[in-house]
């Protein structure tokens, strides 16, 4: 069943014993209809693949940068219910194979829009990205929505983001066919 909603109406209605990755908002329904709701940290980060074609923008490290600045992973957690901890990295920053990296993710808006005007980018001249993504599968907790909090937190420091939405197969094939579309 690729619709969340639907999956926690298979359940709640007892066709179903389990499911993964219900909306957040369902889960006080969830919990209050006796049903189990177990979370664990796990190493499931949403990594976006940069497109690296001869037009991207994303061959200047400012751009990299501020869009890594722009995104408030906290808000992010918390329209996922608190069912997810920011990412700061690949793995957690507890990990020992976190390291020390030069550049510290954070929420930072201001040197996000900095970086932007550095790079020849600001309110009359947006940085215009794609993003693809997938309505669902692969354990993905709430894609759409997900991405389109950060298309809003992107548009906020000087992206303008596009998105293509796709079932799960057709962006693994994509990808791995590596084209842009």
Same mark, same amino acid.
């Given at each position: 069943m690729p619709d969340?909603? =639907?999956? *926690? &109406?298979a359940l $709640?209605?007892? %066709?179903?014993?389990w499911v993964e990755a219900p909306p957040p908002d369902t *889960?006080?329904? $969830?919990?209050?209809q006796g049903m189990q709701v177990v979370s664990n940290v796990y190493p499931h980060v949403w990594p976006y693949w940069l497109s690296y074609t001869a037009d991207s923008p994303f061959h200047d490290i400012r751009?990299?940068?501020? &869009?890594n600045l722009a995104i408030d992973r906290e808000g992010l957690c918390q329209l996922l219910g608190g $069912? &997810?901890?920011p990412a700061r990295g690949q793995v957690d920053a507890s990990h020992r194979w976190f390291g020390k990296p030069a550049f510290e993710i954070k929420y930072d808006p201001? &040197?996000?829009r900095k970086l932007? =005007? %550095?790079a020849g980018y600001g309110p009359a001249r947006r940085c215009k *990205?794609?993003?693809l993504t997938s309505n669902a599968g692969s354990g993905q907790m709430q894609p759409l929505p997900m991405n389109e909090f950060v298309q809003e937190n992107l548009g906020q420091v000087g992206f303008e983001v596009e998105i293509e939405v796709v079932d799960w197969e057709a962006l693994r094939a994509r990808r791995r066919a590596r084209r842009r579309r």
């Open positions: 969340a909603n =639907t999956r *926690v &109406a $709640l209605s007892g %066709e179903i014993d *889960v006080p329904r $969830l919990k209050q751009l990299r940068k501020a &869009a $069912l &997810a901890i201001a &040197a996000a932007m =005007t %550095e *990205v794609k993003f």
